[in-house]
């Protein structure tokens, strides 16, 4: 334990080596699928479609466009499939509210029954 | 002479079969004085029956036995020997005989360790084992036959998939098919219970050890699983929310919260009814899991169109087994009674909270892997669910059960209510003056760090100030370790994932870049030849203030049988720190792009679940004494 704490103490800060452009195109490139593979984002792909997207996307940064209007012209045209985070529609309420309807109602019928 | 071994194979094969059948007999066949030696002695058979007929594939891939189609489609003869081993359960039909090897093993345990069970609950228990084993080998001998011929011999086999050339691929799948099956076990005396219309203390105790067993193969399955992505796939991650991934995180979620009800009912005679229903649950999901890897439905809906049948006899066999157990347990659920009542304040409240938060998390998973699914087989618009759905719907769960994992052991505690208090005051002041010092970067880094020295600190106040009787200490000692390798690996997942440094680059050979506090040189790139595959191997010398930290070597290797190129990352591991570094293409005569990973703390995350892992062992061992 006395080494686990001692560790702890170690641990430098981050370094401060990333622009703000470099942090949003990292965070983008995590949170998009490459189009051609089995069930990775583009951040992990070398598939050529996905190296022109990941150049594309950082030359839109460069440009000045913000992470939410690239997300919206990628998924307008590769469709809402690229995003990794479904957007909040009502195709996908339940995708996003049935686990808090799950637990209310989880949570009523076992307190219900078990706890007088 | 020559023996055929892949005809013995599948002559076992079909003797298992028969030997199914026999176990089921004495429930049928009404009459038969000597039933309950039938059933004994056919749950016994039916594991070494099995384990022959796998020995005899293994011998075939061995042999290179090609006029098998398994054999043909999965193996090489460069491959060197230990992966042409690994192959006969590295593709569909092996593994799936695999599972009914082991179905058949833990068969043979809960046969051999259930004599104290009543009779009619020990007969019930044992037919209904036996009834999934022979689902599974129908399912292996229908659709899967590993020992069926080929039209024609090809002189040389496809190959093994390189990404599967690995070891810690050769011991993932059995480990977690430990895990999911032994869960079949669970099942099976969940549902016996049903029909004796009780669930006694004594019973919950029985069961107990089978599901820890299960929970600590499923751990170590899934952990060996996490560690091969990391260090084979070439991007550093270990977890992705992959609906392969998720398939076994949902029953694991699922045991962990038997665990905890099943101690209650074992304790107080409490949840019996909740208890049961859990362990039907939980081994219903194992299957899910197999039905969405094994039906090729993941891949694509359409993929599993174009060959339905063994989505549809794993489907089945779901609905079957669900509804089998569900019937079972809504015909009786009113006649489990507690024997005590639950307070909201007591270590059974608190396992109730815990119970209610996995079950939701489990919920959420499930509905985040089938929600696409779903979606496409409706024909409406396709879409993907992933890591930040996960984080937003997955973590907020698991912060209210992380700080209980901390709290109730002080709960538990007989010191007066001044003390506790004034007890969790200076673990929360700690908690959160030290991750206030380290992790000021974000708020989920935090959270994070702060649970886990909040757990961290809680079982050192617990173990070293309070519990002075050895008896209590020792019962206890499992909670301990499983709880602290749950702090470890929340430690490491949280600093790594906060604090790592990723870097794409391109480097020609003798330039040096710096990232993070090293500096990293490419030395020299080399061509290697080995049995099955040429390889590049690159040299980075890394370096920290001018002196030399490490050689890391990666590869990118061309397998000569599929043409397809591999990466294999170099790692520089120590315990609070790996650098990481893989090969990418080359750009032009000496540049070569590269991926440059420093993950701090990373190997907290396996080194947690193997304390989780001992943890179990422990609980294993020391209670069952404890009992005695």
Redesign the interface.
Known sequence: ?KN?IL??F??????A?SSDTDNQY?ELI??L?CMVC??Q?L??S?APLAVDMKQKIREMLEAGKDKNEIKQFLSERY????????PINK??F???F??FI??IV??FV??R???? | MIIDIGFIGYFLLLLGLMNCLFLLTPKFVTGLNISNSILLSASRLHFPILFISFICLVITFIGEDYSLDYVAKNSNSNLPLIYKISAAWAGHEGSMLLWCVVSSFWMLLASKYSSDLPETLRTNFLTIMGVLNLGFLLFVVATSNPFARNLSVPIDGGDLNPLLQDFGLIIHPPMLYMGYVGLSVVFSFAVACCFEKEFKKEWAQWLRPWVLASWAFLTLGISLGSWWAYYELGWGGWWFWDPVENASFMPWLMATALIHSVIASGEKGMFKSWTILLSIFTFSLSLLGTFLVRSGILISVHSFASDPSRGIFILLMLLMLIGGGLAAYTMNSKKFIDDNEVKIFSKEGFFLLNNILLVTATFTILLGTMYPLILDILGLEKISVGVPYYNAVFIPLMIPLILLVGYVPILLSRISKNKQMFQLLIIFLTSLVLSLLFSINSILYFIGFFSAVWIIMNIFFDLFLYTKNLVRLKSRMGMYFAHFGLAIFILGASISENTKIEKELVLSIGETTSIGSFDYTLNKLEEQKSVNYDAIIASVLVSKNDSFVAEIKPEKRLYHSSESAMTEAGIFAKLDRDLYVSLGNMIDDNKWSLRVYDKPFIRFIWIGTIFMIIGSILSIRLRKKFNE
């Open positions: 334990m686990v560790l702890l170690l641990i430098s800060p981050l370094n080596y990292k995590e949170e699928r089995q069930n984002n951040a992990e070398e469709s809402s499939y690229i995003l990794y985070e479904p195709q996908n339940i995708l996003w049935a686990p799950f637990i989880l949570s076992l307190l029954r078990y706890i007088k």
